[in-house]
């Protein structure tokens, strides 16, 4: 076979007139050399006739198994068949792993070869399964070496917008640290976590707070509860988030305080987030009650919220579950009722000893997720949107509202703002 030639036609980018060359010599490939292979499947490749690629680069490795330099066009061919295009539910689930493996197996992690897609879209593929367990998703992120991967932010666009994502080499760390906290590898997690912290100087989604997050429940796990203590409350500054809450609510567990945890849970139930995601937390919360006799319709109330919860969406109900569930007295609820009761339980938990002030919306910033409450015969109080309870940012509600000291996240500077709004027919 004229080799030279099918180089010069691939360098050429006439990658049908090499294709075509090979063709017409099948038959005698069993003299072809090792190049003969490669650039016929190259060819085809670049043709996008992945499965006749495939097949080509397949007996290439048979008929020379030392030869390393066809082994990225057979990953490419396998990634174009059954990795890139597999939907979960739609495409064959067998093939899709069996090619993933066969690249990971025949391919190094270079720019030229598809191993990193191909483990990213596995991880991407167990992530959304709930069967996954963390030992599983943690087994494919150690096929990856960090220090090879990407610092350049990735780039999309939402709503028309160029937005900047994390970079893949940030995305691995956030992972790597996310799944060794559910396989309790403490030390290790808190070993990635300031890893992270000192590679990366512009962090994506909070990832340098779900970092301190993280080392700060990874010591709680290894008994250091004041510490932890403190760096969630550290957090706070910055960040109000339900699973911050939820972190300091284990902390008073450990504790033993049931004022801190009555605190600490209410305040995580009633932050913005999907209840669906609390749905566990929840059952944990009315754990936490258990003893307390007069709250004792309180406790029954969360355990029927988490059963709803999980009979809408579909998902496993635990027999333990239905037991709690079972002590609610009379006929359960809907969930929509069981939330409104619940919520008014949780301010009170929360907000324990604080006065309730009375104000109205005096203005709604553009776009219409922050603005500003008028107390009655007191200042005037910045709101996010998220701190509505059950009402619509609108000027001139009435509405009632605790205030909570923060933190501006990048100044640094002490503010007031208004939480738990609910609405008021007048002020009066």
Known sequence: MDTAQARRWCRQQKYDQAAAMYARQIAAMDAWGPWDYYYYAYSLSKLREYAEGREISRRCIIAFPGFTQIRDVYGWCLYHLYVRPFIPGQSDEDDFRRAVEAIVKYTEQTAQSPYERAVWKMIDVLRRQKKATAEEIDSWLTLLNPNRLSLQPQEYVKDGEWLSGASYRERWYALKSGVLVKKGEYDACIAVCEEGLRIFTDFHYDNDIWFKYRIALCRLRLGDVDGAEREFSALLQYKQHWIIYRGLFYAGQAQKSLRKMKQYGAAALLLPGDMADKVQFLAEFAD?????????????????????????????????????????????????????????????????????????????????????????????????????????????????????????????KASRRAVDIRKKESLF
């Open 288 to 412: 936490s009650l258990a003893g307390q006799e007069d709250l004792r319709t309180e406790r029954a109330r969360h355990y029927a919220l988490a059963l709803r919860i999980r009979q809408e969406k579909g998902w496993f109900v635990p027999e333990a579950l239905r037991r709690q569930a079972a002590t609610y007295e009379g006929q359960i609820p809907r969930k929509a009722e069981l939330l409104r009761s619940l919520q008014a339980f949780w301010i009170r938990c929360r907000h324990d000893g604080e006065e309730e002030k009375q104000g109205f919306i005096s203005a709604v910033l553009p776009g219409g997720r922050a603005g500003f409450i008028k107390e009655y015969g007191g200042p005037s109080y910045y709101f996010k949107r998220d701190a509505l309870l059950g009402l619509d940012a609108e000027a001139g509600t009435y509405v009632t509202f605790f205030v909570e000291v923060g933190q501006d996240r990048f100044g640094g």
